[in-house]
């Protein structure tokens, strides 16, 4: 097992600009998130997904699309970079429908000037 | 609002001292408290404590659940210089399919 992997791991783009991060598992897992980490702030989570089909809004949503077409991928969209979306990106699942012992990807760093 | 705290933000030992991490939260209706482990990329998990399990153990690391006052501490003993890491908190609120993650507290080891 891959477990989550997250595509790019670095990212650097121009205020305006949009782009997608990838997420995918296959581990089978219902459960996925997205979570944006900044310094002294700890993990926020961005949106979430509970099966393909179904999405909701976490903490910090602004700025962010999400959509879960099938089970395995989750990727995170921004629509128009703004310098305040700099910041390390997490990716999450669990087996259950539920956050119990998620498992993160190894994170997207981007950085938007 | 719902709200975990983490204390302190940052500790520095030296290794073989022992250290105790604090985490406090308010929830509504609260079910579990998660430990995770952040070294440079992703969080890793160590503990799950619940309402039926408020104490759990793994070698050097023990964490302990005060369902009363609110609040779970990590303890590791014997620090070691690998255990330099970012240790968050994190709860579920019931009927919120989330987790709320306390600001993490680093701990640094030194030789």
């Known amino acids: 097992n891959a477990g989550v992997t997250q595509t790019p791991k670095f990212q650097v783009l121009k205020t305006g600009q949009s782009m997608t991060l990838q997420c995918a598992q296959d581990m089978n897992h219902e459960y996925m998130s997205w979570y944006r980490q900044d310094p002294g702030m700890g993990l926020r989570l961005i949106h979430y997904?509970?099966?393909?089909?179904?999405?909701d809004q976490g903490e910090v949503p602004n700025g962010y699309n999400v959509s879960r077409s099938t089970t395995e991928d989750f990727p995170l969209r921004l629509l128009s970079a703004a310098p305040s979306q700099t910041s390390v990106y997490f990716c999450a699942s669990s087996y259950q429908t539920g956050p119990y012992e998620q498992y993160f990807g190894p994170g997207t760093r981007l950085t938007v000037t | 609002e719902d709200k975990v705290v983490q204390s302190p933000l940052s500790l520095v030992v030296h290794e073989g001292d022992t250290v105790t991490l604090n985490c406090s939260y308010e929830v509504t209706n609260f079910r579990s408290l998660l430990w995770y482990k952040q070294e440079k990329k992703a969080p890793t998990f160590l503990f799950m404590l619940?309402?039926?399990?408020i104490e759990k153990k793994s070698g050097r690391l023990s964490s302990i659940l005060d369902k009363k006052e609110l609040f779970s501490i990590l303890n590791i003993t014997a620090t070691q210089t690998g255990d330099s890491a970012v240790y968050l908190c994190?709860?579920?609120?019931?009927?919120?399919?989330?987790?709320?993650f306390g600001q993490g507290t680093r701990l640094t080891i030194n030789p």
């Open positions: 619940t309402s039926s399990g």
């Open positions: 994190a709860v579920p609120p019931r009927g919120a399919q989330k987790l709320v």
């Open positions: 997904s509970v099966g393909a089909g179904i999405t």
